[in-house]
């Protein structure tokens, strides 16, 4: 089964409320792209993996972008850069028989490419769809693309 992961795609980061300095994304066309993308996938296909560092308080959920799609139910929660340190999503993917994973969300340097990196790892085929990537230094961007294709992840638009 193909499967779209969307990470990180929370208030924090892409929120009206976020720090727009650190997170500098074109917000609202980032989502506009993810829901496209999210519409494309029918429910069960459809991942969503929120971040929370290691110093945040878990007595609350972190709450995905307001104007975000949500189709499924399928929510995990990551502490670490890549989203497959989390087990129960990895259970989650291997119980639908899941293969070719694209990725969207934020940030291209930081979580998506550790989850790239860690998915191609796992025995997964990868896709990182650029179009629905916010990438807040574009000048590091281009090395880790670089580094990401030399390990078999696949780039689309």
């Not at 074109?26 to 991942?47: D, G, M, T, W």
């Not at 930081?110 to 916010?134: M, R, W, Y």
Request: proline letters at 1%; a positive charge.
């Amino acid at each position: 089964m193909d499967c779209l992961l969307v990470i990180d795609m929370q208030e924090d980061y892409v929120g009206a409320g976020r720090n727009k300095k650190r997170y500098p994304y074109n917000a609202a066309e980032l989502i506009e792209n993810v829901n496209k993308r999210i519409c494309e996938y029918s429910p069960e296909a459809i991942v969503y993996v929120t971040n929370r560092f290691f110093w945040e308080n878990t007595n609350t959920s972190k709450k995905l972008a307001e104007t975000l799609s949500v189709h499924s139910g399928n929510i995990y929660e990551k502490r670490k850069a890549s989203c497959f340190s989390n087990k129960a999503l990895l259970a989650y993917l291997e119980s639908v028989k899941a293969e070719r994973l694209e990725l969207v969300g934020v940030d291209g340097n930081h979580c998506i490419a550790g989850s790239a990196l860690d998915g191609v790892k796992k025995g997964f085929t990868i896709l990182c769809n650029e179009s629905c990537v916010g990438t807040a230094d574009t000048g590091r961007y281009k090395r880790i693309k670089e580094k990401l294709k030399k390990k078999n992840v696949q780039f689309i638009e």
